[in-house]
């Protein structure tokens, strides 16, 4: 989950111990996210779009029958 920080500081803003949270979510990233961690991670995206997308179009064509059914 580090990778999807996009560093916009309200975390540090918030946090009583003045913890350089981005800084050391840099640090988590780099020794945790395996090689190729992106790549799957976009992949995992792409698939997770196209199966929203497939569940809007079935509400659609499920709205379009009931139209036509009435
Ligand atoms: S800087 Fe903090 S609040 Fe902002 S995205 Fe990163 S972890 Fe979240």
Known sequence: MESMCVKCGKCEKHCP???P?????V???KRMEP???????AL??????????RKDIR???I????????
């Open 17 to 19: 111990q003045n913890i």
């Open 21 to 25: 949270i981005r800084d050391s979510l």
């Open 27 to 29: 640090q988590v990233k």
């Open 35 to 41: 090689f190729g961690f992106k790549p799957v991670r």
């Open 44 to 53: 995992v995206k792409k698939i997770c779009e196209i199966a929203r997308m």
């Open 59 to 61: 509400k659609i064509r």
């Open 63 to 70: 709205r379009r029958n009931k139209i036509g059914s009435t």
